[in-house]
């Protein structure tokens, strides 16, 4: 079975500071995971991937994520925080080779960027 | 520009009523998925459909019906049998690659009357 935890329904972090949004995964063989983030009455908006290769990924709007197998995890991250970040980010994944096509979502994390 | 486009961006139910959300895309992309979204629950897959005339139930599918007559197109039917309706509907689409993320249109929010 596939699936996503996001353990934290909301983060809260002063803009200038570093912020991490938590995703644990399961999959039976490897995963691809998917990071989105969704802004108010919109859909989602794609970030960036892991498929293989380097545990740090790097993607749009200066977010980046690591990828950590022995801890099945694919936390997002970020530097230095905005005030525009505050959104809902959706962590999802999918099995590389078996299974349905589709990709499994987490709950989402609110994230609140204070000024 | 390419991309998902849902109609309409509002739509009320009265009781008893069937309502259809459009979603077309011009992505040339074979699969088409419909979610559902409600506070703090994430997105839930009503259906999918990886090829067109082919469509498959997702984890929430009663009460709801699709059609994929055409590439572009997956239309989704929120019956009267649908008695919790009230939820904000997002269509995406994607190629058979499994590397490859979704594209998400921007929703349609379906209340009732």
């Known amino acids: 079975a596939q699936s996503v935890a996001q353990p934290e329904d909301q983060v809260n972090v002063a803009e200038g500071n570093p912020l991490t949004v938590k995703c644990t995964y399961s999959?039976?063989?490897?995963?691809?995971l998917f990071w989105y983030v969704q802004y108010p009455n919109r859909g989602l908006q794609f970030l960036l991937k892991y498929i293989t290769g380097d545990n740090l990924v790097k993607g749009s709007y200066g977010f980046e994520a690591e990828f950590n197998k022995s801890q099945t995890s694919f936390h997002l991250k970020k530097p230095s925080a905005l005030v525009s970040d505050s959104a809902l980010y959706f962590c999802a994944v999918r099995d590389s080779r078996t299974g349905a096509n589709n990709l499994f979502f987490g709950t989402g994390t609110r994230l609140t960027v204070i000024p | 520009d390419g991309g998902i486009t849902q109609s309409p961006k509002y739509l009320f139910r009265k009781e008893g009523q069937n309502v259809t959300l459009s979603c077309e895309q011009n992505?040339?992309?074979?699969?088409m998925y419909w979610y559902r979204q409600d506070p703090g629950q994430g997105l839930r897959l009503i259906y999918y459909s990886q090829i067109v005339n082919d469509f498959q139930k997702g984890d929430i599918a009663e009460g709801y019906s699709v059609s994929r007559e055409k590439k572009e197109s997956f239309p989704l039917t929120v019956t009267s049998a649908q008695k919790n309706p009230t939820a904000f509907y997002l269509c995406?689409?994607?190629?058979?690659?499994?590397?490859?993320?979704?594209?998400f249109g921007d929703g349609t929010r379906l209340s009732i009357l």
């Open positions: 995406a689409s994607s190629t058979p690659n499994r590397d490859q993320p979704q594209h």
């Open positions: 999959v039976s063989g490897n995963p691809y």
């Open positions: 992505l040339n992309h074979d699969a």
